[in-house]
């Protein structure tokens, strides 16, 4: 008996040992699910968290402000060869160059002063120098030397550079592009006064002031093709102006614009793109009255005219098209460098800035399009009498009256960048007023960067709105029918196709937008209005035919498929919108809607263009937004919905007053959530949106996001570059706008959970 017994306990023992075990088991599996999702919750925190300081990173250093620092002073090299004309640095910061009123030529370490050679121009026998200026745009290294004897000549200076046993020597040079021979100027051998000259290419211009006229000598040079010798074709002219009152001149790098300074301190803007021919475009004061020019430079790209006065401003002058669609010059901004006259002004040769210093040696270094100050500091105790700014504006040398030499470093990365040139409007050069422009690139040096962000978050912004104007409805009222109106049957065959849609990669969306839907909306404008007027009145003109239907009829329709009947009505009726729209095109607005929108009311036509986008980018975006809105719907407590009926409501009352009231909380997720989908869309924008930086709300014009302008334009920027970090400034403000708003959303929503969570 007592083993019968302990045989029963050992029996109803098992399944205690195995329900404990599972219990443990559970627990085991339950702490690691708790785990996990912790863990992963973190893990996104960490990663977002990563993310936002690695653009921090890359973006903090375009705020940086600039900085200069002394690197040495030393007694100005061989001074007995005379007064310093021209003072220049060579690409690499290692020899500098010093042309005298001697016709010398002392070329010198820039680092310690160290004369590493004395070259002599081949000024003519018995011919003295008497004006002097550089000829050729920043960076040719040519200059011009006027002559007593009425001639001028062309002298080039160069560095060669080679690396025996593996170490880098430059080795100066002169040369003489057109030969050691002057060029005759004045035939009855007057002094040249004044001179100016452009070197580029195959032509050289030179404009010189001799025997009471201005000169201007046009060489074409003409290589031959059969033997190493040039002929070189000569031009002659001269300006229909008194030459006595002319006290400086300034030539474009292509020659076609001359500009001369008179003794009342005003501009004369001669065009001499035919030298036979110069026509005077504009004469006019550019300094106010009382003050005189002490100093003046072509910026670089020799678009614009910097003019420093003696009360310390320097002002940019442009030339821009006026009303009548005539070149005039323009004042474009200004800056203020001190209370004493600006004596040298130096434009940087690679970017729109300059740096210029005042009588007393104060060093400003601006930037034209950000309107930035970048530094200022005093060079010195004595006055300084010339200065060069290096060709990459990192080092700079300035030759003071007490005999020294002074040299600076520069540290000067992003000047192109201020808060004004990317979210403000900016006067750009050639522009006829202030605009936000975003246009990183160019094939020419000269080109100035335009990098406002405005025009790209506004194309995002613009590129949402019509995403979600077109995707809202839909996506919402579909998700209302389908989860409280339809047959749970045909709920379960459309719910999982339209989710379906979500799969869809975007690039294919794009593809079949930029070249498929983007022509026939083209072509077929008038029917797409058509059809967005014919739609809703064939659905309600359905609706209202229906219900006087015998009710036999009716209620062979099962409950909750009467959205079936609709397909055929949607497209029969989008059938006949195509159709009726050509005759009425034709009739109403002479065979074209897009002619007519452009002759009568100025609207231009895109063919990538926001409506395009917003069609394709809804398609994206819809199964996002049904999906989740019907989800919520779906979820409301079905107690609610029978109480609400059994109340006395009817099937709107009850959806409009109890169920979306409930969802709000699921909905709201649902829009906010497809918004940022919208808001960070890519390949569908890139493709379907001709990728123009216009700021236009018109909906047949096209635009630029922010993530897809990141897209095209990494790849192509170089690392570290101005343009690569504006671009990660792109990225940051994505990132901010999108988390912001995400977090207002999410406060949103937790409020109406709280408001609606009592029904």
Not at 483 to 501: D, G, N, S
């Amino acid at each position: 008996m007592s083993a019968i017994n302990s045989q029963k306990k050992y029996v109803s023992a098992i399944p205690d040992a195995a329900g404990g075990y599972y219990q443990q088991w559970r627990l085991v599996k339950d702490l690691l699910a708790r785990y996990g999702v912790v863990a992963g919750g973190l893990g996104v925190i960490v990663a977002i968290v990563l993310i936002f300081f690695y653009l921090l990173y890359e973006v903090v250093p375009l705020f940086i402000p600039a900085s200069a620092d002394p690197a040495g002073v030393y007694q100005v090299p061989e001074q007995a060869s005379g007064k310093t004309l021209l003072l220049t640095i060579e690409e690499q910061n290692e020899v500098a160059a010093r042309f005298t009123d001697s016709g010398q030529v002392v070329f010198f370490e820039a680092a310690t002063g160290k004369t590493l050679s004395k070259q002599s121009v081949a000024i003519p026998e018995g011919a003295r120098i008497t004006s002097f200026a550089e000829g050729s745009p920043l960076g040719e290294g040519v200059v011009v030397y006027g002559l007593s004897d009425g001639r001028a000549l062309l002298v080039k200076h160069q560095y060669r550079i080679t690396y025996p046993e593996n170490k880098r020597v430059i080795t100066p040079s002169l040369a003489y592009p057109l030969g050691e021979q002057a060029q005759v100027i004045d035939a009855t051998g007057a002094p040249v006064e004044e001179i100016a000259a452009r070197a580029a290419d195959n032509r050289t211009l030179i404009v010189a002031k001799a025997g009471g006229k201005i000169h201007l000598v046009n060489l074409e040079k003409e290589q031959s093709l059969f033997a190493d010798e040039a002929t070189v074709t000569r031009t002659d002219s001269s300006l229909d102006i008194p030459a006595a009152g002319i006290s400086d001149m300034l030539i474009d790098k292509d020659g076609s614009r001359l500009y001369l300074v008179d003794k009342d301190d005003s501009l004369i803007f001669y065009d001499v793109d035919d030298i036979s021919a110069p026509v005077l475009r504009e004469q006019r004061k550019v300094v106010e009255s009382g003050l005189k020019i002490t100093s003046k430079a072509f910026l670089n790209g020799d678009l614009s005219l910097l003019i420093g006065d003696s009360s310390g401003w320097v002002a940019q002058w442009g030339i821009v098209r006026d009303s009548l669609n005539h070149l005039a010059l323009q004042k474009i901004r200004a800056f203020k460098v001190s209370d004493k006259a600006v004596v040298g002004i130096q434009p940087e040769q690679r970017r729109k800035g300059f740096m210029a210093i005042d009588a007393e040696g104060l060093m400003g270094i601006y930037h034209s399009t950000s309107e930035r100050e970048l530094v200022k500091e005093k060079i010195g105790e004595a006055a300084p009498t010339i200065a060069a700014l290096a060709p990459r504006a990192n080092a700079m040398l300035m030759e003071a009256q007490d005999g020294k030499m002074h040299r600076w470093n520069l540290n000067n990365p992003h000047p192109e960048v201020s808060l004004k040139s990317l979210w403000q409007k900016v006067w750009y050069e050639s522009y006829p007023k202030p605009d936000y422009i975003w246009q990183s690139s160019s094939a020419s040096n000269d080109f100035e960067p335009k990098y406002s962000l405005t025009p790209l978050v506004f194309g995002t912004l613009k590129a949402a709105f019509y995403a979600m104007w077109f995707a809202m409805p839909l996506a919402l009222m579909g998700a209302i029918y389908t989860a409280y109106f339809m047959a749970p049957r045909m709920r379960q065959l459309v719910k999982p196709v339209i989710e379906l849609m979500g799969a869809l990669p975007t690039v294919i969306l794009g593809f079949l937008a930029g070249l498929w839907l983007a022509p026939f909306f083209e072509k077929h404008l008038a029917g797409i209005f058509a059809l967005l007027l014919a739609l809703p009145v064939a659905v309600m003109l359905f609706a209202y035919l229906w219900q006087y239907l015998p009710k036999a009829l009716q209620q062979k329709v099962p409950e909750g498929w009467e959205a079936v009947l609709l397909i055929p009505v949607i497209v029969v009726s989008a059938w006949l919108a195509f159709v009726v729209s050509v005759p009425l095109e034709s009739l109403l607005f002479d065979g074209s809607l897009r002619e007519w929108l452009s002759r009568e009311w100025g609207i231009g036509y895109d063919q990538r263009n926001a409506l395009v986008v917003g069609v394709a980018m809804g398609f994206a975006v819809i199964p996002t937004i049904f999906s989740i809105a019907e989800d919520a719907i779906f979820s409301v407590p079905k107690h609610l919905t029978v109480g609400s009926l059994a109340l006395g409501a009817t099937l709107w009352q009850t959806m409009t007053k109890v169920v979306l009231l409930t969802a709000s909380p699921g909905i709201f997720s649902a829009v906010m959530i497809g918004l940022g989908r919208a808001i960070g869309e890519t390949m569908i924008v890139l493709m379907a949106t001709g990728n123009t930086p216009v700021m236009d709300f018109s909906i047949f014009q096209g635009l630029r996001t922010l993530a897809a302008n990141i897209a095209v334009e990494m790849p192509e920027s170089a690392v570290d570059s101005t343009h690569y970090r504006v671009l990660f400034l792109a990225a940051l403000v994505l990132f901010l706008f999108t988390f912001i708003f995400n977090t207002l959303a999410e406060i949103i929503r937790q409020r109406l959970r709280e408001k609606y969570s009592s029904l």
